[in-house]
T-cell receptor
Framework: GQQLNQSPQSMFIQEGEDVSMNCTSS?????WLWYKQDPGEGPVLLIA?????ELTSNGRLTAQFGITRKDSFLNISASIPSDVGIYFC??????????FGTGTSLTVIP | DGGITQSPKYLFRKEGQNVTLSCEQN?????MYWYRQDPGQGLRLIYY???????QKGDIAEGYSVSREKKESFPLTVTSAQKNPTAFYLC??????????????FGDGTRLSIL
């Protein structure tokens, strides 16, 4: 199965800065998802996107479903120390299969 | 509270031993999945089940087996044929095919190590 191209692989930022990460696929998806994973824990769903062009916010997080249905981005505004973790994108196809990016490791420096 | 429960949190396997990881959900989801996560890598699909009494191999099924006798339970057995079992194993579920585009939800994982 395919793995999605997620970038950047890692980020080191100052507290208060904004963060942007994105994900691309060679296939079309009908759902894009963004998860955060803390060490030793399972991924937690942050945002789900269901329509091409959709822009959705969850607090300081904003994500968009690309118009081509082959990409998505996640922005985090005004980062805080608890934003530290690994962020994964995922796409769902029409067969209810999910494909994951390789993750973006975020470090926030106080 | 509704959710996905994986147990145990930590598991150790001896050479030549089979071990079983438990996954239970009370979300009334039809579909359940097992993933393997290695350090610095994304999630790789081991097995999935879209409905009770049916399951399909994922990308890395060799050395693993599953059963889906009940809707709420999807145990994963790591057999002695899996030569590199040390990894973090994640179970997930979602409502299932044909029920609208719904996300997957994950358990808290089981870390398996070789003794």
């Amino acid at each position: 199965g395919q793995q999605l191209n997620q970038s950047p692989q890692s980020m080191f930022i100052q507290e208060g800065e904004d963060v942007s990460m994105n994900c691309t696929s060679s296939s079309i998806f009908n759902t894009w998802l963004w998860y955060k994973q803390d060490p030793g824990e399972g991924p937690v769903l942050l945002i789900a996107l269901y329509k091409a062009g959709e822009l959705t916010s969850n607090g300081r997080l904003t994500a968009q479903f690309g118009i081509t249905r082959k990409d998505s981005f996640l922005n985090i505004s005004a980062s805080i120390p608890s934003d530290v973790g690994i962020y994964f994108c995922a796409g769902r196809d029409t067969g209810n299969q999910f494909y994951f990016g390789t993750g973006t490791s975020l470090t926030v420096i106080p | 509270d509704g959710g996905i429960t994986q147990s145990p949190k930590y598991l150790f396997r001896k050479e030549g031993q089979n071990v079983t990881l438990s996954c239970e959900q009370n979300l009334n989801h039809d579909a359940m999945y097992w993933y393997r996560q290695d350090p610095g890598q994304g999630l790789r699909l081991i097995y999935y089940s879209q409905i009770v009494n049916d399951f399909q191999k994922g990308d890395i099924a060799e050395g693993y087996s599953v059963s889906r006798e009940k809707k709420e339970s999807f145990p994963l057995t790591v057999t002695s044929a899996q030569k590199n079992p040390t990894a973090f194993y994640l179970c997930a579920s979602n409502v299932g095919p044909g029920q609208g585009a719904q996300p997957q939800h994950f358990g808290d994982g089981t870390r398996l190590s070789i003794l």
